[in-house]
Every structure is written in C-alpha cells, then in structure tokens.
C-alpha cells in the first residue's frame, strides 16, 4: 500500500445531496498521500456509492450509533498518522488540508488543529444565515490557545486519539467538544486556527435550529459543566455568553411583571420596571456589540435587527434548558442519598 500522511474522515446519515459535494470538494485538494474514508452510519440514502464515485474508502455501521461512534469507527481503521474529521455537509477549499498539514508539522507539540465556518454561509434563509455566522463568529473571536475541539473540520494527531481513546459517543452532539477538554486537561496542545475557514452547506429552520441547540448542543454541555470541575471560558461558555443568559432570563420576568403591571396587578407601577427592562436589554447589546456590529456590516440594519431577537431567545431556550436539567441532576443526587 501506499504511504498515507493524512486519513480524512467523513461520517454521513442521510446526506448524500452534499456528501457528493463534500467529496467532491476533498477530491480537488492538493495533498497527494492522503485517503478519504467514509463512515456510514447506518443511512437509508445509497452513501456507497457516492463513495465509491469519489474513490474513497466505504465503511457502513450496521446500526444507526450517532456521530460520535461514526468517527471513532473511521480514524480507527485509517493508515495516516494525522486524522482529520470532515463533515459531510462541509465544503474544504483545496490548500485547506495542506495548510492543517503545514500547521501540525512546524508545531510538533501540537496534538490538534481546527478551523471554522466562513462568513459565506450557502444557504439563503434567515435562520442558516443566522445560525453559521454565529458560528464563524464564536470561532473567529476565540482564543488560538483551544481547550476545545471542532470535527466539522478538525485534525488530530493518530496518537493522541490512540491514547485518550477517542470520542465518548455517549454524548451526541459535544463529543468533538468533550474530546477536546479530555485532551487539554491531560496538557495535549490544541489549536484553533482562524485562517482555516471551510464553507458550511446545511440549511436551518427556527424548529431545526431550536431542536439542536436544545437537545443537541443545551443538553450535553450542561452534563459537561455539572461533570466537569473547570470548564473553559471559550467558544459558547465565554463569560460573557453565560452572564447573556442570565440577563436575557431577568428580561424576560421584567417583561412579565410590565404586563402584570399593564393589568393593574396589585397597583404596581410601569416606570421602574420600564427602566430596569431598558437597562438588561442595553445590557446585552453591549455584552454582545462585536457580533451584532459584525452582522450589521456583513447583512445590513434589518437583519442585524432580526438576529439580536434571535440570540435573545437562542439565550433564552438554552438558560431554560439548562436551568431544567441542573434541578433534574441535584434532585436526582438528593434522591439518591435516601
């Protein structure tokens, strides 16, 4: 066989509009001693054979095991030293892979690098607008020094995944995330690299995006934080992210007090729940002024308009659900004492 230097692989569930594309695009790339493997993670789709189309090597899980199980199937079958995830909806410019290459072979203490979406998401609708520029966002105004890891394209060193054993796939939807913290907590050196921008090709909805970031993003981060005893204050768990929370939480009273008050209930007054109600909600303008200055440049006063209601209530469903699932988790600990 061969040499491989770069294992890159892709895990699918019913995509196979944009697996082609993916593979397409990973096809175009300029590393030559590289494989494409693709994990199937029991789709109905017909995934192999736009796998075989595209060259790349074709695994299929018999069950249906999340995105988790799908990538630690795949890097555990790769011939190359360094892995890199890909999702399947994701399109790589062609130096990408090169340059990730490059990145990890000036810096051998590095055990991971990842990059970002661009600020040119492909789908128009308000929502994937919204959802990936918050995304490019949150990665491009993060720290380079990680304690986290992104898969949507991120690569890992063969080794340290040999080590730490890989993604925990009890927890769909942050094992990229919970893999990364394992890894720093043990003083593995990651990197987020800001220049390694990658096109993002799936297309949101108010329900898709609620959906996700409840169950799929809210839940499992709140199991990390009532696990973990030092989560880092990077990406979405900024200090400035959780006070959001928590100010969008006292809006939201303040905003049912002032219809109590509209009513007449028990005499209170308008004006100093007005007042309180402007100073949270200026508050969080200017907690979160560079991403709402950033989306005025990029698409305009009526959009920019538009995505602050819908981080407020991104806020809003989150803090909820994370407020939900810590009285779940305490009562459960006092439960289980009697």
Known sequence: MAQVTLSIVVPVRN????????????????????????????????????????????????????????????????RGEIVLFVDSDVVVPPDAPRRLLEHLGQRPDLMGVF??????????????????????HVHQTSSQDARTFWAGFGAIRRSALENSGGFDERIEGMEDVELGMRLASGGARLCLDKSLQVKHLKRWTLASTVSTDVFSRAVPWTRLLLAATNIPPDLNLTYASRLSAVLVAALMM?????????????????????????????????????????????????????????????????????????????????????
């Open 15 to 78: 995509d196979a509009r944009n697996l082609a594309i993916c593979l397409a695009a990973l096809r175009r790339t300029d590393v030559q001693s590289s494989e494409i493997i693709v994990v199937d993670d029991a789709s109905e789709d017909d995934i192999c054979s736009i796998a075989n189309q595209a060259a790349a090597r074709y695994l299929r899980l018999p069950v249906r095991a999340g995105p988790g199980a799908a990538r630690n199937a795949g890097w555990r079958i790769a």
């Open 115 to 136: 990059g970002s979406y661009d600020d040119s998401p492909s789908a128009q609708s308000f929502y994937s607008q919204f959802r990936n520029l918050l995304h490019h």
């Open 254 to 338: 303040t905003v049912g007090l002032l219809a109590l008050a509209a009513l007449h209930f028990r005499g209170w007054r308008e004006g100093p729940l007005l007042w309180t109600a402007a100073v949270l909600a200026l508050s969080l303008l200017a907690l979160n002024r560079q991403f709402y200055v950033f989306l005025l440049r990029k698409r305009g006063l009526a959009f920019a308009c538009a995505a602050v209601v819908a981080h407020w209530f991104f806020y809003f469903y989150s803090g909820v659900t994370f407020l939900i699932m810590w009285i779940a988790f305490h009562t459960s600990r006092l439960l289980g004492k009697h």
